[in-house]
């Protein structure tokens, strides 16, 4: 590997990382505008108001960043990269055609989960941070949300690993075929449901409910701070989306041209499931705390169990 | 590498495990010091094994049954400091002298 | 960069990266952001209602059973990736699923304790 | 020194510095947070150390778990945002001398026992998940069963302690 070519790896990961996210949010506001039936955004930058999310970007790079008189400052400060970095780092073991990642790493599932798995704090940091009766039950809120549905999380990745056989996110996407989307559907779904509530997307939106905790953690953040909690939840989205690509639905694979056209099957797959967790987010009321805790302990965890011994059982009959 | 490198740094940071725990006074902070020396701990585990390049892997599997002990022992001892701190309203460990709870104590306490 | 170390090399070297961009971007703000605080302002914000009493006015042991549910669960979880890689290999086969499910037996009881403990049902 | 010398060197201090924060901080959160940045070095370690599973394994369970469940408890027992001022007991004079005899004691050992000892870092073999899995799935299935007696026993024993909370809440958030 030359110098030459760290750079240009890094600098992709670095671009998928900024642009995407973007992307993701201008869908996010056109889409819910027009199944609300309304605009959105048209007039940013001329056409369908594509700048919209720039401006934004703008706005918030301008604004006077407070921090209460009652927050410990330094925790308050860091927080926001605490909760955006993890996203970042976990982007880089991302397959998104043959041979095409940043870093395979033999490991990748296992590294992925345990990296995603320290946002976790950048929540907490904040909730508590910020000395606000809103925020600190926002954090903790988030935190109990973000602890129970990791584990059904951690569940479904690891009936594929099983189903795969290795950990290596390049390898899983080679040895998926078209009938794991049967049998590792449930896994599929439970990944996908629990990735959700890990983000806070709506209907799992408890922690950060605007209508009665105000923000939760977030509620004293301004300027660039808040901003950069909002790319972490879209960059969040991205990785959740990209993941379950690459674990359930075969990644770069496509009906033909695998080799030529991977990236672009892979990012098809991608912005599908971004739209699917946009209209979840429109069409479904918020979930309350008790039915979170039971949606995760009495329903995902019990699947995903099953689930597991469904996998080794089904792979042990066709050795 | 040499194999004093992660030895010493073991060495060390058990060291100051020692010290957090005899010299909090908060029950979680002692925790906490616990927690630091179990790492010392591993951190010797992993650095022996893969010094003897141990065909079973015995450090590093010894390892990982350690974290998880930690991970059960630093859940029931905190279960454990919260009962105490529901009926004390204290988790100070100087002032949980009395092993066996009486009735000025009880009273005392008050409950949140 | 070759391997186990290049690969991890590239890792933390993107780590940096990230932490740069959140500096870069923080250094920025701050020569393009106005700094005009007032005691108002610099207040705990509950709704424009003066903040009565401490930050602790609510908290609730509950989420720590929760979470320390999660924490045996996570730990167990732990051992499946390796057994992943391996239950399928020549020389493991039935037996190693057999002693997977034995461990996630055990686990699952304490599952149903707390089930019927009422733990996880929020009365 | 070798490239991999000087980096373990440096995250090793990271890990002591962080450490020595932890045991003389004021402020209980902070010191949680000093808690995960000497977690965190020490995981770097471990990958240096080729340990690549154990690395992860730290991250996972200590930074994304354990740190948390400590946060909970500092949290629940309300710790104020800022310094606390009794966070250290009379024992201090006491606890440093024991600290500093005991370090000295240990790196003598370890100086005397082990001065020519290299460690030949390659791929990890042993220590990458399928490495780790088979092992304990051929030589270690014993002690892999009775942890998870011991995890059952734990979850019990938490949830009996916690039994108090069990029912309807009484002054919480619902």
Sequence with gaps: MTLLEIAARLALVVAAFLLLPLLVGQLE?????????????????????????????????????????????????????????????????????PGLVAVDLDIGLFFVLAVMSVSVLGSVMAGWSSGNKYALLGGLRSAAQLMAYELPLVLAASSVAMAAGTLS????????????????????????????????????????????????????????????FLLAEYAGIVVLCALTTVLFLGGWRGPFADEELGPVWFLIKLFVLAFVVIWLRVSNPRLRADQLQKLAWQVLVPLSLAQLALTGVVKVVMM | MHVLYPAVLSALLFSIGIYGVLARRNAILVLMSVELMLNAVNLNLVAFDVWLADRLGSGQILTLFVIVIAAAEVGIGLAIVLQVFRNRATISVDSLTELAETAETDSAGDRR | ???????????????????????????????????????????????????????????????????????????????????????????????????????????????????????LSWA | MTAAEIVFVLLGVVALAAAVLVVTTRQLVRAALYLVLSFGAIAACFLVLTAELVAWVQVLIYVGAVVVLLLFGIMLTRAPIGPTSDLDSRNRPAAIVVAVATAGVLVTVLVRGFGDAYV???????GSASGIGANIFRYWVLPFEILSVLLLAALVGAIVLSRTDIGPPKDGDG
């Design chain 4, 120 to 126: 030949d870092l390659g791929e990890p073999s042993t």
């Design chain 1, 169 to 228: 996110l390049s390898g899983i996407v080679e040895t998926w075929s078209p009938w794991w989307l049967v049998w590792q559907a449930p896994a599929a779904v439970i990944f996908f449901v629990a990735g959700l509530a890990e983000l806070h997307r709506p209907p799992f939106d408890m922690p950060v409910a605007d209508s009665e905790i105000v923000l939760g953690p977030y509620t004293e953040y301004t300027g660039l701070r808040f901003a950069l």
């Design chain 1, 29 to 97: 506001h056109k889409a819910m505008a027009h199944m609300q039936a309304r605009l959105g955004p048209m007039y940013a930058g001329g056409f369908h108001g594509w700048a919209q999310l720039i401006a934004d970007g703008v706005k918030f790079a301008q604004k006077e960043h407070v921090v209460p008189a009652e927050a410990d400052r330094k925790v308050f400060s860091l927080a926001p990269a605490v909760a955006l970095l993890p996203y970042l780092v976990v982007l880089v073991v991302v397959p998104v055609g």
């Design chain 3, 1 to 119: 960069m070759h391997g186990y170390f290049g690969a991890y090399g590239l890792v933390a070297l993107l780590l940096v990266v990230g932490a740069v961009f959140v500096t870069v971007a923080l250094t920025a703000n701050r020569l393009l952001r106005p700094a005009r605080p007032t005691p108002q302002k610099l207040l705990t914000y509950e709704c424009g209602v003066d903040p009565v009493g401490g930050g602790w006015a609510q908290s609730y042991v509950r989420y720590y059973v929760f979470t320390f549910l999660y924490v045996v669960f996570a730990v167990d979880a732990v051992f499946l990736f390796p057994w992943a890689t391996v239950f399928a290999a020549p020389g493991f086969g039935v037996a190693t699923l057999v002693e997977m499910f034995v461990f996630l037996g055990f686990l699952a009881v304490g599952i149903l304790y707390a089930w019927r403990k009422g733990v």
